[in-house]
């Protein structure tokens, strides 16, 4: 989003340039560039184009002469529009222009060129480039044009994430730099109270099914269209935007200014002065302004006169009811639609406009009151004309603030350093959050145009943001080793390992399901609110599914042998409310075919439900789980015969069973043989799966090493040796490793001994008086016990 810093001022007071300004909103998580920073630009100044002569070589060109005040150049230029006695941007030899553009002597068909004269692209201004930018002739030839543009065109582009809504207009941005900078937040339009001229009332209808639930709306009489006032066009030039007419300017400049979209309807070209907002019919054909007919469906919310449709809600105005140069009257909507419903519309239609953009992403509902009276204001001001009828304000939605909870403590748990508390109030009154102190941290209110903070995480990583992540201290924890999770990952882990060894192999399939398909399975179903696309509308409810069509390919491609299993999460819920939902881990196998093809050597090995059901035995009797299983027959649904896998306790851990005819048929998976499915319910795993892993610090002491070396009777086992020495101390005694065994051929009774011994103690660095005592026992022990005499090294 293109942000003028000229704008900006209409809100905060503040002294930073352009690159400034964009490096501390990129350190505040907002990503930005410079577009224009006329301040940094030199050799950049006011130029008098004293003559255009016909190039001498070329008929699109033109030579001209260009005085900066002092001097006059000679500048070859190929816009249509320069003209003698213009004031222009004259870039002299050295200039560099926004894109790193540098300027520099030219010769162009033959003529020497000194400098050029430039156009709003080049300049960074906007997109126009089919002729020369022409100033006002007031500015005197040689002033930097830092001082005639600076003021106006300086500007920033913003990456503004999804969930920052807020930040989709001046006066959200606004707020952050007021934060960054310490100043007061300025309300640039003070609204008054609006005095309808008569009592005449605007009809409005929300749909009952929800997708619209605040619509403000007026009228206005005697307005008189035209061109807009010098400052607003300026100002939307500012970022770009062309100026269209007053009435349009005015929507598009309070869109900008404080991110709530508006919509003037000629009020002559509706039916009646009604409004109903409901759903398009199948099919319905509208034309948009952009000149595009549009076919809707059912999912489209629409704005109608009860008669016609005018506008597709939240995305773009209707082409029959656009205001022209002969408007006089006029309806002014204001209203909070669904982001879910406007991003649901505007995707299905490929269709992205400057309004769906912030509905889609969360409007504040009370700002669509403030808007309205700010756009009859200004209308008023610039368009003439007066409010006809008395304010219409259909709302079925809370407009309050709501309130979160921030604990002290778990804002230094997350930060790892503590935040003075001065500091944390600041922020949160910088963002306009009243926060309330209690005894634990504070009571935030949170105003309703930050629809992001929701959860007291959201509001540690606020704090954190303004605070400042630079700020923040970095710290480690010094755990030298990770014990893995005593439940049912680490199981898993083991049993796809153990499931691959027997042949098997993992798939990974898509949660994402059609409809039609899921039906087939008997349970209930999770409808998509957006999904990808129309067969992948539904949440998976087994793994079967996938597993099936796994089997169908490989079949259909040369592979009937098929053993496979997958472990993933399950959807069930009776109705798509959250609260109906439950989701679920889950393991299912499927085999087909042979595990083992016949060859010379042994006779083919079934894949059978036999096969599979010692691979469910072989799993939950393994020593790990140690669950003595029983298989009960059951009735099941598309399973034929099917058993339920009990455990001791009676806890039904599993299925196994043959997928029916029936399915394979109405699924049109290709397969030969019958088709066995085997599933196990992975929360079995914490509960028989547990174990216990030692953990200890690694050791930061010095290790000491010594050297014994014992002669020995050569029927002595060394292992034996070994583990005498390790029962003198285990405390600091690490290690001791037999190094070399030396043996000679005239005395084979005999034989040398090398031990090297490690100590290490886990509290202090070892002195010789520590390990001298242990050596001195180790060798009387050893020499007693085997005999054995220690030798010089």
Same mark, same amino acid.
């Given at each position: ?87 222009? $941007? ?267 953009? %912030? ?123 990770? #014990? ?21 192999? #993992? ?12 039906? /087939? ?18 949440? %998976? ?41 439950? #989701? ?67 806890? $039904? ?10 399915? /394979? ?10 088709? $066995? ?65 030396? #043996? ?50």
């Amino acid at each position: 989003m293109k942000v003028s810093l000229h704008w900006l001022r209409r809100f905060v007071d503040f002294d930073l340039t352009a690159t400034e300004l964009a490096e501390k909103l990129t350190m505040r998580g907002f990503e930005s560039e410079v577009v224009s920073d006329f301040d940094s630009l030199e050799n950049l100044v006011v130029g008098d184009v004293l003559t255009a002569e016909k190039h001498p070589d070329a008929d699109k060109l033109k030579l001209c002469s260009v005085s900066d005040g002092s001097e006059t150049f000679s500048v070859v230029c190929g816009a249509p529009n320069v003209d003698a006695g213009q004031k222009i $941007v004259f870039a002299k030899v050295g200039a560099v222009l926004p894109g790193d553009f540098k300027i520099g002597k030219a010769k162009i068909r033959g003529v020497e060129s000194f400098g050029m004269i430039c156009s709003e692209r080049e300049l960074g201004i906007s997109e126009e480039h089919d002729g020369i930018m022409v100033l006002d002739e007031s500015h005197k030839a040689g002033t930097p044009i830092k001082e005639v543009l600076g003021p106006l065109f300086n500007a920033i582009d913003i990456e503004v994430t999804p969930d920052k809504a807020f930040a989709l207009s001046h006066r959200g941005i606004a707020r952050e730099v007021a934060t960054i900078v310490g100043s007061k937040l300025k309300t640039p339009i003070n609204s008054v109270k609006l005095n309808p001229k008569s009592k005449d009332v605007v009809s409005v209808e929300l749909d009952k099914k929800g997708g619209c639930t605040r619509y403000i709306a007026g009228t206005m009489k005697g307005v008189k269209v035209g061109p807009s006032p010098k400052w607003l066009a300026e100002y939307l030039k500012s970022v770009g935007q062309k100026s269209i007419n007053n009435l349009v300017d005015i929507s598009n400049f309070m869109l900008l200014e404080i991110g709530h979209p508006t919509h003037v309807f000629d009020l002559k070209k509706l039916a009646k002065p009604a409004i109903k907002v409901s759903w398009a019919k199948k099919g319905e054909k509208f034309d948009a302004l952009d000149e595009e007919t549009y076919e809707l469906s059912t999912d489209h919310m629409v704005i109608t006169d009860t008669k016609n449709t005018v506008a597709l809600a939240g995305i773009i105005g209707g082409m029959d009811s656009s205001v022209t140069d002969s408007t006089t009257e006029v309806l002014i909507e204001s209203a909070y639609f669904d982001p879910v419903v406007i991003r649901k519309g505007s995707k299905k239609l490929n269709l992205l406009s400057e309004a769906s953009r %912030r509905f889609e992403r969360g409007t504040d509902p009370n700002a669509a009151l403030e808007a309205f009276n700010m756009i009859v204001q200004l209308m008023q001001e610039v368009a003439g004309g007066t409010l006809e009828s008395v304010i219409t304000d259909e709302c079925s939605m809370s407009l309050d603030n709501t309130s979160v909870d921030l604990s002290s403590e778990k804002l230094l748990k997350y930060a790892g350093q503590e935040i003075p508390s001065k500091d944390v109030e600041s922020i949160l009154k910088g963002l306009h959050i009243d926060a309330k102190k209690t005894k634990t941290g504070w009571n935030c209110s949170i105003p309703t145009f930050r629809t992001d903070l929701k959860v007291e995480t959201d509001l540690i990583e606020e704090v954190f943001r303004c605070y400042g992540y630079d700020n923040i201290k970095s710290s480690f924890n010094y755990s030298s080793i990770m #014990q893995y999770a005593n439940d049912e990952e680490s199981t898993i882990s083991s049993l796809k390992h153990h499931l691959s060894s027997l042949g098997f192999h #993992q798939s990974y399939n898509n949660s994402l399901e059609d409809i039609e398909e899921v039906k /087939l399975f008997g349970k209930d179903a999770v409808s998509v609110m957006n999904p990808s696309s129309e067969r992948m509308n539904t949440l %998976r409810t087994t793994l079967h599914s996938g597993l099936l069509k796994n089997l169908d390919f490989n079949y259909r491609n040369g592979s009937a042998n098929t053993l496979i299993y997958e472990y993933g999460t399950i959807f069930e819920g009776k109705t798509d409310k959250l609260e109906d939902i439950t #989701q679920k881990s889950s393991l299912s196998c499927l085999v087909h075919g042979d595990v083992f093809s016949k060859n010379v050597h042994f006779d083919s090995i079934p894949a059978s439900f036999a096969f599979l059901k010692g691979v469910a035995s072989n799993i939950f009797e393994d020593k790990r789980l140690g669950i003595k299983v029983k298989f009960s027959e059951q009735k099941h649904h598309y399973c034929d015969p099917y058993f339920s896998i009990i455990d001791g306790k009676k806890q $039904v851990i599993g299925g196994l069973g043959i997928i029916k005819d029936s399915l /394979l048929k109405q699924l049109d998976i290709a397969h030969k043989h019958e088709v $066995v499915v085997l599933d196990v319910d992975p929360e079995i795993f914490t509960d028989y799966g547990s174990y216990s892993t030692k953990v200890e610090d690694i050791v930061t002491f010095p290790i000491v090493q010594r050297d014994l070396n014992f002669k020995m009777d050569s029927s002595i086992q060394v292992g034996e040796v070994v583990k005498t020495m390790k029962s003198v101390n285990q405390s600091i005694l690490q290690n001791v490793i037999p190094v070399d065994i030396y #043996q000679s051929k005239k005395d084979t009774s005999s034989k040398d001994v090398l031990f090297s011994l490690n100590f290490q103690s886990p509290k202090k660095t070892l002195e010789d008086n520590d390990v001298n005592a242990i050596i001195t026992e180790i060798i009387n022990i050893v020499s007693k016990k085997f005999n054995a005499k220690l030798r010089d090294n």
